[in-house]
């Protein structure tokens, strides 16, 4: 009997150390506290990381907004105080979500004491900003269009990304005594600087809200070529995209790197190579409204006779006639020459790989056509450009005759240190006209704002020159009163102030049923606006 107890005992006591020696393993071991951690811990993926857009001036143009969460409790715990803090059309989500083993994320209109609250950056806000040039994102983060899209590989390496841990209980329930804890994962803090002023952006944008319905605006700086402004219309919800496929508006279609029909805003470029193959801008030519080309009719606006003008005063009146005689008497190569180191018919770089459409320019042996000549000699025909080609194009006679091409990407930036790391300004720069013949030009071209078609583009402060543009696009749309008619895309390209021009600005008006000069008035009220910037800056900047 006591041999038994002592074999009892023994076995027991073997069986007691067998345990103790479990527990101790498993107390050290760390792959199962690691487990069991897994187990209790919850990780809520708050926002993925992504570079931001800048301004020139280190303004940011997204996540200027952050917006608050908290994270509630399943099983309907604090749904009564959340249910008041969410929005209206949040509350059936809170709603579904209460009845989960799990916590989550839920968004509220405003930080309150009672709750633990974690801010989350907004990519485009309320206001955004530039959306066609900055393009979206997708549910997945990618970048779908624009810069956006562009430059998806720095930006998606560029921004912190955000987690929300939390200790959790076998019911889904927060661990009583842990609070939620947010974990930054770091990024490289690279954004993208663009060349945009957000300040000069904003005005554009608001003078299109209010006068253009469906169009682009592009505003370079004069002396850099640098895109201070670029704005299409219609806009869209960058948050929302799917509202503007639904509402098939063409609103996601950015007009300023989009190819159009041009018009007489093309004129002065036969005018400057005239000048350049020594042609006198006195000589007259006598227009009667029309002109016949091997046995084809050619007329002027509303057959309008303007009699005898000299270079000067087609390009004031807008002479068809005038052009296309004096487009025969060109050399064909130089003009194909002068139009291809002005970018015509090729794709626009605009910096960091980010590009305009390439439009299309005749060859030379269609131009070899006389007809085809005519046409083309009044900016219509094959001839197709974007605002942004027309802007870098008319800026050579704001810079002294030198042509510079068009940046709209800066480069990318250090977002701690607001620094450069990589700059991708570097122009072609290539002189078109002799400074002499640019002064010339540039004095017609004032004088079509003074005198000529273009008389509302007159700015109420300083002087500005420019050119107006009517082209027939071969589409037919309604007008006001539903009937069928042709469809043009008025212009107006100038630069502004003309005496030192600091502004070059593009103005295109699409799909409008009538010839209109809607586009000079628009023009106008930019400038007396950036009249007003400019003299705030100089004001602020004393």
């Given at each position: 009997?006591?041999?038994?107890?002592?074999?009892?005992?023994?076995?027991?006591?073997?069986?007691?150390?067998?345990?103790?020696?479990?527990?101790?393993?498993?107390?050290?071991?760390?792959?199962?506290?690691?487990?069991?951690?897994?187990?209790?811990?919850?990780?809520?993926?708050?926002?993925?990381?992504?570079?931001?857009?800048?301004?020139?001036?280190?303004?940011?143009?997204?996540?200027?907004?952050?917006?608050?969460?908290?994270?509630?409790?399943?099983?309907?715990?604090?749904?009564?105080?959340?249910?008041?803090?969410?929005?209206?059309?949040?509350?059936?989500?809170?709603?579904?979500?209460?009845?989960?083993?799990?916590?989550?994320?839920?968004?509220?209109?405003?930080?309150?004491?009672?709750?633990?609250?974690?801010?989350?950056?907004?990519?485009?806000?309320?206001?955004?900003?530039?959306?066609?040039?900055?393009?979206?994102?997708?549910?997945?983060?990618?970048?779908?269009?624009?810069?956006?899209?562009?430059?998806?590989?720095?930006?998606?390496?560029?921004?912190?990304?955000?987690?929300?841990?939390?200790?959790?209980?076998?019911?889904?329930?927060?661990?009583?005594?842990?609070?939620?804890?947010?974990?930054?994962?770091?990024?490289?803090?690279?954004?993208?600087?663009?060349?945009?002023?957000?300040?000069?952006?904003?005005?554009?944008?608001?003078?299109?809200a209010a006068l253009l319905p469906r169009g682009a605006i592009v505003v370079l700086e004069s002396s850099t070529a640098k895109v201070l402004a670029n704005v299409s219309m219609p806009q869209y919800d960058p948050e929302n995209v799917q509202e503007s496929i639904r509402k098939q508006d063409t609103a996601l279609l950015?007009?300023?790197?989009?190819?159009?029909?041009?018009?007489?805003?093309?004129?002065?470029?036969?005018?400057?190579?005239?000048?350049?193959?020594?042609?006198?801008?006195?000589?007259?030519?006598?227009?009667?409204?029309?002109?016949?080309?091997?046995?084809?009719?050619?007329?002027?606006?509303?057959?309008?006779?303007?009699?005898?003008?000299?270079?000067?005063?087609?390009?004031?009146?807008?002479?068809?006639?005038?052009?296309?005689?004096?487009?025969?008497?060109?050399?064909?190569?130089?003009?194909?020459?002068?139009?291809?180191?002005?970018?015509?018919?090729?794709?626009?770089?605009?910096?960091?790989?980010?590009?305009?459409?390439?439009?299309?320019?005749?060859?030379?042996?269609?131009?070899?056509?006389?007809?085809?000549?005519?046409?083309?000699?009044?900016g219509q025909g094959q001839l197709l450009a974007t605002p942004i080609q027309i802007a870098a194009y008319f800026n050579t006679f704001a810079n002294d005759g030198v042509y510079l091409s068009p940046t709209l990407a800066q480069g990318i930036q250090d977002t701690d240190t607001g620094a450069l790391t990589e700059d991708?300004?570097?122009?072609?720069?290539?002189?078109?006209?002799?400074?002499?013949?640019?002064?010339?030009?540039?004095?017609?071209?004032?004088?079509?704002?003074?005198?000529?078609?273009?008389?509302?583009?007159?700015?109420?402060?300083?002087?500005?020159?420019?050119?107006?543009?009517?082209?027939?696009?071969?589409?037919?749309?309604?007008?006001?009163?539903?009937?069928?008619?042709?469809?043009?895309?008025?212009?107006?390209?100038?630069?502004?102030?003309?005496?030192?021009?600091?502004?070059?600005?593009?103005?295109?008006?699409?799909?409008?049923?009538?010839?209109?000069?809607?586009?000079?008035?628009?023009?106008?009220?930019?400038?007396?606006?950036?009249?007003?910037?400019?003299?705030?800056w100089k004001e602020e900047n004393a």
């Amino acid at each position: 009997m006591q041999k038994r107890l002592i074999a009892v005992y023994g076995a027991c006591l073997f069986l007691f150390m067998v345990l103790l020696c479990s527990i101790w393993n498993v107390s050290v071991n760390a792959s199962y506290a690691a487990t069991v951690e897994r187990q209790t811990t919850r990780e809520l993926s708050f926002y993925h990381g992504r570079g931001d857009f800048y301004d020139r001036n280190g303004a940011l143009l997204t996540g200027l907004q952050r917006r608050v969460y908290t994270v509630a409790q399943p099983g309907g715990e604090g749904y009564q105080e959340l249910f008041d803090l969410v929005s209206e059309e949040d509350r059936e989500t809170l709603y579904l979500e209460s009845f989960k083993l799990n916590p989550f994320l839920v968004e509220i209109l405003k930080s309150t004491e009672n709750l633990l609250c974690f801010e989350k950056p907004v990519r485009y806000g309320d206001y955004p900003i530039a959306v066609h040039t900055i393009g979206y994102i997708n549910g997945a983060g990618d970048g779908v269009d624009g810069a956006e899209k562009a430059f998806d590989g720095i930006l998606k390496r560029g921004g912190d990304s955000s987690s929300i841990l939390c200790r959790v209980c076998a019911n889904g329930k927060i661990q009583i005594g842990s609070e939620p804890t947010e974990y930054l994962e770091q990024g490289t803090h690279e954004g993208i600087r663009l060349t945009l002023d957000a300040d000069i952006q904003r005005i554009c944008e608001d003078v299109a809200a209010a006068l253009l319905p469906r169009g682009a605006i592009v505003v370079l700086e004069s002396s850099t070529a640098k895109v201070l402004a670029n704005v299409s219309m219609p806009q869209y919800d960058p948050e929302n995209v799917q509202e503007s496929i639904r509402k098939q508006d063409t609103a996601l279609l950015d007009r300023t790197v989009s190819a159009y029909n041009v018009g007489s805003v093309f004129k002065p470029f036969l005018a400057a190579l005239a000048l350049e193959e020594g042609i006198d801008p006195a000589e007259t030519y006598e227009c009667r409204g029309y002109i016949e080309v091997n046995g084809h009719i050619y007329e002027c606006a509303h057959q309008t006779a303007h009699g005898v003008v000299d270079m000067q005063g087609a390009l004031e009146k807008s002479c068809n006639c005038y052009f296309i005689q004096l487009g025969k008497k060109l050399d064909m190569d130089r003009l194909c020459d002068m139009a291809a180191l002005l970018g015509f018919g090729e794709a626009t770089p605009l910096g960091g790989g980010l590009a305009a459409a390439a439009g299309y320019f005749p060859t030379r042996e269609t131009l070899n056509n006389t007809g085809e000549l005519a046409t083309f000699s009044f900016g219509q025909g094959q001839l197709l450009a974007t605002p942004i080609q027309i802007a870098a194009y008319f800026n050579t006679f704001a810079n002294d005759g030198v042509y510079l091409s068009p940046t709209l990407a800066q480069g990318i930036q250090d977002t701690d240190t607001g620094a450069l790391t990589e700059d991708w300004y570097h122009p072609s720069k290539i002189r078109l006209l002799s400074g002499t013949n640019n002064e010339k030009l540039k004095q017609m071209l004032i004088g079509v704002v003074e005198e000529g078609l273009a008389k509302k583009a007159k700015p109420a402060f300083e002087t500005a020159a420019g050119k107006t543009g009517t082209a027939q696009t071969g589409r037919f749309g309604k007008d006001e009163n539903g009937d069928r008619t042709e469809l043009y895309n008025s212009w107006f390209a100038g630069f502004y102030p003309a005496e030192n021009p600091r502004y070059t600005i593009v103005i295109l008006k699409d799909d409008v049923t009538r010839a209109s000069d809607d586009c000079t008035e628009i023009f106008a009220q930019l400038c007396n606006r950036l009249y007003f910037y400019d003299e705030l800056w100089k004001e602020e900047n004393a």
